[in-house]
């Protein structure tokens, strides 16, 4: 397989992730405005799980414009990575109709650190196809965004019990740090 089909197929599975998170959001009855405030927590939760599944598409995408080779390992990460992004949908739609309840809001921070996780473990896989001196390697070499994020949702998990709206802040924050693309390719690239 080429990293070509790889992309089209990951950016087939994220079109149908934002699919279903916004068929979760439910149309209410009534025509007024008040009949929203009740779905503030629905869309909330929508709203910064549509971010982060667009950071990973951004930065997914920046990611293969370096890629040059792909194995069945690469594969396996992908797809890995693409099955903690697909339960996003459902945690966001629990953590939404639940209004933030502590165990909603914790598995919401569990799906997001697997998720990084995957993604890391993903980048280590297409390491380790490609040369030392590679774009790849040169891209890659520091990843204190990685880092800081799993550490982040970490100290989140545990925290979403003892005060909900501070694990959900420590999420929002994580979104900010990666809002901006990976500018280690884009840097990489350019030169």
Same mark, same amino acid.
């Given at each position: 397989m080429t990293r070509n089909r790889l992309e089209a197929f990951s950016d087939g599975v994220i079109a149908i992730i934002i #699919?279903?998170? $916004?068929?979760? %959001?439910?149309?209410?009855?009534?025509?007024?405005? #008040?009949?929203? *405030?009740?779905?503030?927590?629905?869309? %909330?939760?929508?709203v910064l799980s549509?971010?982060? &599944?667009? &950071?990973?598409?951004?930065?997914?995408?920046?990611?293969?414009?370096?890629?040059e080779h792909?194995?069945?390992?690469? %594969?396996?990460?992908? %797809?890995h990575l693409l099955f903690w992004l697909s339960l996003i949908p459902f945690v966001t739609a629990w953590m939404g109709e639940n209004h933030f309840a502590p165990s909603p809001v914790a598995l919401y921070g569990v799906i997001l650190l697997l998720a990084g996780i995957a993604y890391f473990i993903l #980048? *280590?896989?297409?390491l380790a196809v490609h040369a030392r001196d590679s774009l790849l390697a040169k891209a890659l070499s520091a990843n204190f965004k990685e880092k800081i994020s799993v550490? &982040?949702? #970490?100290?989140?998990?545990p925290l979403s019990f003892?005060?909900?709206?501070l694990?959900?802040?420590?999420? &929002?924050?994580?979104? $900010?740090?990666?809002? $901006?693309?990976?500018?280690?390719i884009e840097s990489t690239i350019s030169q």
């Open positions: #699919t279903i998170m $916004v068929l979760e %959001l439910r149309v209410p009855l009534g025509s007024s405005f #008040t009949v929203l *405030r009740p779905l503030a927590p629905v869309f %909330l939760s929508y549509f971010v982060f &599944i667009g &950071i990973y598409w951004n930065n997914h995408h920046h990611l293969f414009q370096v890629v792909v194995n069945g390992r690469v %594969l396996w990460a992908n %797809l #980048t *280590r896989a297409l550490a &982040i949702y #970490t100290i989140a998990v003892v005060r909900w709206w694990a959900y802040g420590l999420y &929002i924050l994580v979104t $900010v740090i990666w809002l $901006v693309p990976d500018r280690r």
